[in-house]
C-alpha cells in the first residue's frame, strides 16, 4: 500500500491548525459558532494555502455531532466521514474536468434533495474554468439555493470567475505563508514525520515552498527520500556576479554547470527572474522578500553593488527571452545570447544612486588633484572661448588659472592656518582607511548592504561625517546608525558620532566656472554694450575665422 504524501498525512483537520490564514479562520469559525453561516463562499488564492482544506473543515464543522466553539469534535460518525471522503454530506467537484451545462444540471438537481445531516456542502474547485453557459446555469441556485445547501467555490484565479458569481458569494482571500511560519511549520512537520533532515535542507524546502505550504512538505518529502539534500540546486549567485563584474563567461560557465546535470534552460531562466525580482525588492521593500533572513542578507549586499536599474534591466530583458522560448528551437542558445548582452552591458544612466555616488567621488578626487590650466575664457562673453584649445598655443603660451594671484607684498605667516588644518587630513585618511579595511566588512545584513555606497567625506575629533548617494538612500542609513557607531567604537576604542553630508561634498567648488547666467538662450541674444557693435566690430565670418583657426569658408553665396 502506497504511503500517503506529508502534505495528506498533516493536513489540518480543525480550523486551529490552519497556518497563516487568521482571517480567514476568524470568520468562519465566528460565522459557525454564532449560526450565522453563508449559503455562498468564494476561497481565492495560491495553490497550497488552504482553500479546499477550510472548505472541507466548514462541511465537517456544519454537521458535526457536537461541535465547540465553531470547531469540529474530529471524533463523530459525520467528521471522520468526511475525512475518509465517503460522508453522503459533502460533495466535490474538479470544475476543470466537469465544466459543463450538463454537469452543473445535475448538480442543481441532486442540491434540491435532502441530506442525512444538517446540510449539503458542494465544494467546487477551481470554478474559473467553468464554462460561461455552466456558469448561467450555476448562477441562479446560487441566488436563490436550498435552505440545507452550502456552496464553496476555489479558485486560484479570481478575476477570471464572472462578476454575477463573485457577486452572489462571501469571498475570502486566502495568502501565501511568511517565511517564518512556513518555516515553523515544515520543521514541525519533520519532527513529527521522524525524517532526518538538516537546517540547510529545511530552509531549501522553505525556498522551494515559497510560501506555499504543500508545495514546501512536497519539497521536504523529496529531500527526506534523497538523503537529505535536492542533489544539485539551481542557485543563482554566480549569475548576478557575472552581471556585476560584466563577464560573459562567468555567466555562461554558470548556466553549462546547471544545463549539464539537468535543469531545462527554461527553468533556469525563470529562476533567475525570480531571484532577481527578490534582489530588487530586497533594495526597495525588504519585508516582501520570501526568503529566510541569512539568504536575504546575502542577496541584498548583492543587489546594492547590481544596482536597481541593471536589475530591473535584467529582469526585462529575460522576461522578453521567456515569450521567445515558445517559437525557438533551441532555448539554451537565447537565453545565453541574453546573459552575454547583460554582462556587456554598463551602468544605466538612470540610476541615480550609483551616478551619486560616483560624482561625489570624483569630485573629491578633483579636490586632491593638482589643478589644471582652465579653458580659456572670451572676455567680451565670459564664456569658454570657441576653439578655445586650438588657439592656446598660438595665443597664450602659459594658460593661467582662474585662482587669484597672489599679493605682490610679503605674505602674513602661514605655519598657523597650515598646520591646523593638517590634522583633519590625517584623521580623515586614516579613518577612511579603517572604515573601508576594518569597519564596514564588520557590518552584517541590512546594515552592511546599506552602508555598502557610503564614504567618508571628513573626520576630526570624536566625528566623521559620511556621505550617502541620495537623501532617499540616506534616511534608510539613518535607521542603522546605531550598528555603524558600535563598529566605530570597537574598532578605535573611543565613541565617534556619525553625522551626514549635507549634500554638497567636500569641496564641489570646480576649478575655473563661467559667469552665472539666468537663460544661456536670452543671454547669446541680447545685445550688451561692452561688446562692439556688428557695424564697428569685427563681423561674424571674422569672429569664426579667429575661433576656428584654419577653417576654410565654402559655398557663400555674394
Not at 364 to 376: H, L, Q
Request: glycine content about 8%; aromatic content about 4%.
Amino acid at each position: 500500500m502506497a504511503t500517503p504524501s506529508l502534505y495528506r498525512r498533516y493536513r489540518p483537520r480543525r480550523f486551529a491548525e490552519i497556518k497563516g490564514q487568521d482571517h480567514v479562520v476568524r470568520a468562519l469559525r465566528d460565522a459557525v459558532a454564532g449560526g450565522r453561516e453563508g449559503q455562498a463562499y468564494l476561497f481565492s488564492g495560491p495553490r497550497g494555502t488552504g482553500k479546499t482544506t477550510s472548505a472541507r473543515i466548514l462541511a465537517k464543522v456544519l454537521n458535526c455531532e457536537r461541535p465547540v466553539d465553531g470547531e469540529p469534535c474530529c471524533e463523530c460518525a459525520s467528521c471522520l466521514d468526511v475525512e475518509r471522503g465517503v460522508s453522503y454530506d459533502v460533495h466535490e467537484l474538479d470544475a476543470a474536468s466537469n465544466n459543463g451545462v450538463e454537469a452543473m444540471r445535475d448538480l442543481i438537481e441532486k442540491a434540491n434533495l435532502g441530506t442525512p445531516g444538517r446540510h449539503k456542502v458542494y465544494i467546487l474547485d477551481e470554478v474559473h474554468m467553468l464554462s460561461k453557459p455552466a456558469e448561467a446555469t450555476l448562477l441562479k441556485t446560487l441566488e436563490e439555493p436550498p435552505g440545507h445547501v452550502v456552496f464553496v467555490l476555489a479558485t486560484t484565479d479570481p478575476q477570471k470567475v464572472s462578476d454575477t458569481i463573485r457577486s452572489r458569494t462571501q469571498h475570502l482571500r486566502f495568502h501565501l505563508l511568511a517565511p517564518d511560519v512556513l518555516a515553523e511549520h515544515v520543521r514541525w512537520v519533520a519532527t513529527e514525520a521522524g525524517l532526518d533532515v538538516s537546517d540547510e535542507a529545511l530552509d531549501a524546502a522553505v525556498t522551494q515552498g515559497a510560501g506555499s505550504a504543500r508545495d514546501a512538505l512536497s519539497a521536504l518529502e523529496l529531500i527526506a527520500n534523497s538523503g537529505g539534500s535536492f542533489g544539485e540546486e539551481l542557485t543563482f549567485d554566480e549569475f548576478v556576479e557575472a552581471l556585476i563584474e560584466h563577464d560573459p563567461g562567468l555567466a555562461l560557465t554558470a548556466m553549462a554547470a546547471l544545463v549539464n546535470v539537468g535543469h531545462d534552460p527554461r527553468t533556469i531562466a525563470e529562476g533567475l527572474v525570480k531571484h532577481l525580482r527578490n534582489g530588487f525588492l530586497c533594495l526597495m521593500a525588504p519585508e516582501l522578500v520570501q526568503l529566510p533572513t541569512e539568504a536575504a542578507d546575502a542577496l541584498a549586499a548583492q543587489s546594492v553593488r547590481l544596482g536597481p536599474a541593471a536589475l530591473v534591466g535584467a529582469i526585462e530583458r529575460l522576461g522578453e527571452i521567456l515569450v521567445e522560448l515558445r517559437h525557438s528551437p533551441d532555448p539554451r542558445v537565447l537565453i545565453e545570447v541574453a546573459l552575454v548582452q547583460l554582462c556587456r552591458q554598463r551602468e544605466s544612466v538612470d540610476d541615480v544612486a550609483t551616478l551619486a555616488a560616483r560624482v561625489a567621488k570624483l569630485e573629491r578626487a578633483a579636490a586632491a588633484a593638482p589643478t589644471t590650466p582652465a579653458t580659456p575664457v572670451d572676455p567680451s562673453t565670459g564664456r569658454a572661448k570657441l576653439g578655445g584649445h586650438a588657439q592656446q598655443p598660438a595665443t597664450a603660451p602659459a594658460a593661467t588659472p582662474p585662482t587669484p594671484a597672489a599679493p605682490s607684498g610679503p605674505s602674513p605667516p602661514a605655519a598657523e592656518p597650515t598646520e591646523e588644518p593638517a590634522a583633519a587630513p590625517t584623521d580623515e585618511v586614516d579613518l577612511r582607511t579603517v572604515w573601508n579595511d576594518t569597519i564596514r566588512p564588520t557590518l552584517r545584513g541590512l546594515t552592511r548592504a546599506l552602508f555598502a555606497p557610503v564614504e567618508v567625506v571628513a573626520a576630526g575629533g570624536d566625528v566623521v561625517t559620511l556621505s550617502a548617494p541620495n537623501e532617499t538612500h540616506q534616511a534608510k542609513c539613518v535607521q542603522q546608525v546605531a550598528d555603524v557607531e558600535r563598529a566605530l567604537r570597537d574598532a578605535t576604542g573611543r565613541t565617534i558620532k556619525v553625522r551626514w553630508d549635507s549634500g554638497a561634498g567636500p569641496d564641489t567648488t570646480p576649478v575655473a566656472t563661467a559667469q552665472p547666467a539666468s537663460d544661456p538662450v536670452e543671454e547669446h541674444h541680447e545685445p550688451d554694450d561692452s561688446q562692439p557693435a556688428l557695424s564697428g566690430g569685427p563681423s561674424v565670418l571674422e569672429r569664426l575665422s579667429e575661433a576656428f583657426p584654419g577653417a576654410t569658408l565654402v559655398g557663400e553665396d555674394d
